[in-house]
């Protein structure tokens, strides 16, 4: 595992862009797995600044985000499908097809599920996971459990994440209680992983999860059994 700690969150925006953009340009039809949320943020929007001011090419590439909020349509400024648009698609040359967020008014979204899994199997597994870190420990939605969740699956998100993210919602209960994401089963079989964590809160768990056991109850901790985990984080 290669653990880079940055000054700020522009380092590690900029850092987290340069390992993406190496990706890119090593294999310019790479499949990512593509995450939201607010520490990605700064990442895109160097990668938009990269597009626009050099020569980064999105046109090969093939992506797969790791959740969506069931019930709410693609359309939904809450959505990660809106997120995604308004922070990267609809500025760089990437092709619409080529891009796959699980859709939240899947019904029944337990086939969505199984269709996600496969369309990541179909072109080969991800070559590349971009993950941020739940203060729960959470990546994906992968909430703590009793059991590491293999494939793409539903869940009920937890209450820390709920409380969590209702700063993105007018009020709490606005929150989706549920989800689609991937499992850790199809994290883990990604070839590298990028995981980026900034501020405070988030130390303890990014500790924990590093150097903690090994547990569902942090579902992070699983990343130490992968062979090709760079962690970039600031405080
Ligand atoms: C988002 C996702 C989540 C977030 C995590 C951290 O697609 O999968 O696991 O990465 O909740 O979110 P932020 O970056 O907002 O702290």
């Known amino acids: 595992m290669k653990i880079y700690k940055t000054a700020g969150y522009e380092e590690l925006s900029r850092k987290a862009a340069n390992i993406i953009v190496a990706q890119i340009t090593l294999k310019p039809a790479s499949v990512l797995g593509l995450a939201t949320g607010s520490t990605?943020?700064?990442?895109?929007?160097?990668?938009?600044?990269?597009?626009?001011?050099?020569?980064?090419d999105f046109s090969e590439l093939t992506t797969f985000n790791l959740d969506e909020y069931l019930g709410l349509s693609k359309d939904d400024p809450q959505s990660y499908y809106y997120f995604m648009q308004q922070h990267l698609?609809?500025?760089?040359?990437?092709?619409?097809?080529?891009?796959?967020?699980?859709?939240?008014?899947?019904d029944p979204a337990d086939l969505e599920c199984q269709n996600y899994e496969q369309a990541i199997k179909v072109v080969g597994g991800i070559d590349l996971q971009l993950l941020g870190i739940?203060?729960?420990?959470?990546?994906?939605?992968?909430?703590?459990?009793?059991?590491?969740?293999?494939?793409?699956?539903?869940?009920?998100?937890?209450?820390?994440?709920?409380?969590?993210?209702?700063?993105?919602?007018?009020?709490?209960?606005?929150?989706?209680?549920?989800?689609?994401?991937?499992?850790?089963?199809?994290?883990?079989?990604?070839?590298?992983?990028?995981?980026?964590?900034?501020?405070?809160?988030?130390?303890?768990?990014?500790?924990?999860?590093?150097?903690?056991?090994?547990?569902?109850?942090?579902?992070?901790?699983?990343?130490?059994?992968?062979?090709d985990v760079t962690v970039v984080y600031c405080e």
Not at 40 to 56: F, K, N, T
Not at 176 to 199: D, N
């Open 89 to 106: 698609f609809s500025k760089v040359n990437m092709p619409a097809e080529r891009i796959h967020i699980p859709s939240g008014k899947a």
């Open 134 to 227: 739940g203060n729960n420990g959470h990546i994906g939605f992968n909430e703590p459990d009793e059991f590491f969740e293999k494939t793409t699956h539903c869940v009920d998100l937890d209450e820390k994440t709920i409380q969590a993210n209702a700063r993105f919602f007018s009020s709490v209960d606005e929150v989706p209680r549920r989800a689609i994401t991937m499992g850790i089963g199809s994290i883990m079989q990604a070839k590298k992983i990028l995981l980026v964590a900034s501020g405070k809160s988030k130390q303890e768990i990014l500790e924990k999860s590093l150097y903690g056991p090994i547990t569902p109850a942090v579902p992070a901790s699983a990343l130490q059994l992968h062979p």
């Open 40 to 56: 990605p943020v700064g990442i895109y929007a160097e990668l938009v600044r990269r597009y626009e001011q050099s020569d980064l």
